[in-house]
């Protein structure tokens, strides 16, 4: 038989101890303001990554012509971004974080490939080199940041 047999209704969480009740009323706020921060970064970074794609289908991808090797090639990193993009598109409520990051890396490929290409014929004089930082997720065109991923 234990020393304080258990009493219904008494402890801590007792409906009689405001301390508690307040105390948990306080922090269900603080986490629905995190929760609320949360999506609000979520939606930026996705209207920045749809920025992003358009930007480099638009300036690089269009009016390149490339051999048949390389338009596969480039043909599948755009399709396989363009399945992602539709895939977070039509579940938009249930996605996450990781989903923006296999999102923002499919980006990252078809611009290194198509920024490349672009380098290799020539159709802008002004790119001489395209290079990814991994470390602070940028990519660089002559040594200037030219698309932030992260």
């Known amino acids: 038989m234990s020393r304080f047999p258990k009493v219904p ?5 007792a409906i009689r101890n405001p301390v508690y ?16 921060a949360a999506v609000e970064k979520f939606n930026e970074r ?23 090797a390389e338009y596969k ?5 755009v399709e396989s971004m363009n399945y992602l ?3 977070i598109n039509q579940n938009i409520n249930d996605s996450n974080n ?3 990051s296999k ?4 980006i990252k490929r078809v611009a290194m490939l198509s920024i490349k290409l672009c380098i290799k014929y020539r159709i802008y ?3 001489n080199a395209i290079e990814y930082n991994a470390k602070e997720k940028v990519v660089y065109v002559n040594n200037e940041e030219f698309y932030y991923f992260g």
């Open 73 to 77: 090639k480039l043909n599948s990193l």
């Open 21 to 36: 009740w307040s105390r948990m009323q306080i922090q269900n706020q603080r986490y629905k303001m995190q929760s609320q």
């Open 9 to 13: 209704g008494t402890g801590a969480k």
């Open 103 to 106: 999102y923002a890396t499919a």
């Open 125 to 127: 004089s002004d790119i």
């Open 46 to 68: 996705w209207d920045r990554l749809g920025d992003i794609r358009n930007k480099i289908l638009k300036n690089f991808i269009d009016g390149l012509t490339v051999n048949e």
């Open 85 to 87: 993009n539709d895939s």
């Open 98 to 100: 990781s989903h923006l």
